[in-house]
């Protein structure tokens, strides 16, 4: 599966140069708001130290790493659902991403710009919440209307529909969260902002950051890692809380044309994986063998994990570990 994460936040909190670390990309990064007038999007190859190893022992030709794709959001500011600063084009493009990692500027500088005039990290974590907030009730408010008029002639699933949407609506208009509503088939097609999950970047020294802050964002039921953003040594970091907070793991195919890593949520099936690597696979499944990735560097290679009896043939109601290493056999 492909990871995408939408990076979002109040202008010039460090948005742009946190992409540009990831990315190495060449972007404009400037002291003043809106300085990015399209989502730039890089590709980042998922760290995995276990991937190097293996292409090692398998002297593989080529190595491809998991990869996570990054959407840097030009700054959001207060009204930005109805259209203020580059508000409603921005919002938008959130809704493809997988997750939302939020950039909280902690760190104080007076060099830099605040569109608010001061350093305020509660403050801009709730008008950026709000704005995604407001977003999503517009985005009901429009839909809402057509499915009560379907329902209306006794379209069964037009009534089921109406009654998510409601739901929702009275929750985020109460100021409550709809994570956990993600998975509603009628909430789920409406691409809703606040039912990504997300996570916060908080941009500074541990110092800046402030126990309030810290527990405003555990009260939300979120999570988050402190980093300066100017520190590249650091945000690998953010890659693996955004595998946590998805829930996705790897796993691992090798041999002497390549090694790589794979992307699946944690609980998936053999076939379930096997789709990853080619959407046949999985309705062509037929089994799967199988060696975890300490066996596998304890034994030395297939053969000898076969001989010492490391090898497991499973079917298809298998759940892939993290850094099980597979071969799918299909029809």
């Given amino acids: 599966m492909k990871l995408s994460i939408g990076i979002v936040g109040m202008p010039n909190v460090g948005k742009s140069t946190l992409f540009k670390l990831l990315t190495s990309n060449d972007i404009v990064i400037a002291n003043y708001p809106f300085a990015t007038i399209d989502p730039n999007v890089g590709v980042v190859p998922v760290p995995d130290e276990r991937l190097d190893v293996l292409t090692k022992m398998s002297n593989s030709k080529k190595t491809i790493p998991a990869v996570v794709e990054f959407f840097d959001i030009a700054g959001l500011v207060k009204g930005a659902s109805t259209g203020e600063g580059l508000g409603n084009q921005f919002l938008t493009h959130i809704r493809d991403v997988s997750a939302i990692c939020q950039v909280v500027r902690c760190f104080p500088d007076s060099d830099v710009i605040h569109v608010d005039s001061s ?16 977003k999503d009730l517009e985005t009901i408010g429009k839909r809402l209307p057509k499915a009560e008029a379907e329902a209306k002639t006794g379209d069964k699933d037009a009534t089921k529909e109406v009654a998510a949407l409601q739901g929702a609506q009275d929750l985020l208009s109460a100021g409550k969260s709809i994570q956990h509503l993600a998975d509603d088939p009628f909430i789920k097609r409406m691409l809703l902002l606040t039912t990504k999950p997300k996570f916060y970047l908080l941009n500074g020294e541990p110092e800046d950051v402030s126990a309030e802050l810290k527990l405003r964002i555990k009260d939300e039921g979120s999570e988050y890692i402190i980093a300066n953003v100017a520190l590249a040594d650091e945000l690998p970091e953010l890659i693996k809380k955004a595998y946590e907070i998805l829930g996705l793991i790897s796993f691992f195919t090798t041999g002497e044309d390549e090694s790589r890593a794979w992307t699946i949520r944690k609980g998936s099936t053999a076939p379930q994986a096997a789709g990853a690597i080619h959407s046949d696979f999985e309705e062509k499944f037929i089994r799967a063998e199988v060696v975890s990735y300490e066996d596998f560097i304890t034994t030395g290679s297939w053969p000898k994990a076969r001989q010492q009896g490391k090898l497991r043939v499973e079917g298809k109601e298998y759940i892939i570990a993290d850094g099980d290493i597979v071969e799918i056999r299909h029809g």
Avoid: Y
């Avoid at 350093?119 to 407001?134: G, H, K, Q, S």
């Fill in 119 to 134: 350093v305020d990290p509660i403050r801009d974590l709730e008008t950026i919440n709000a704005e995604l907030t407001i």
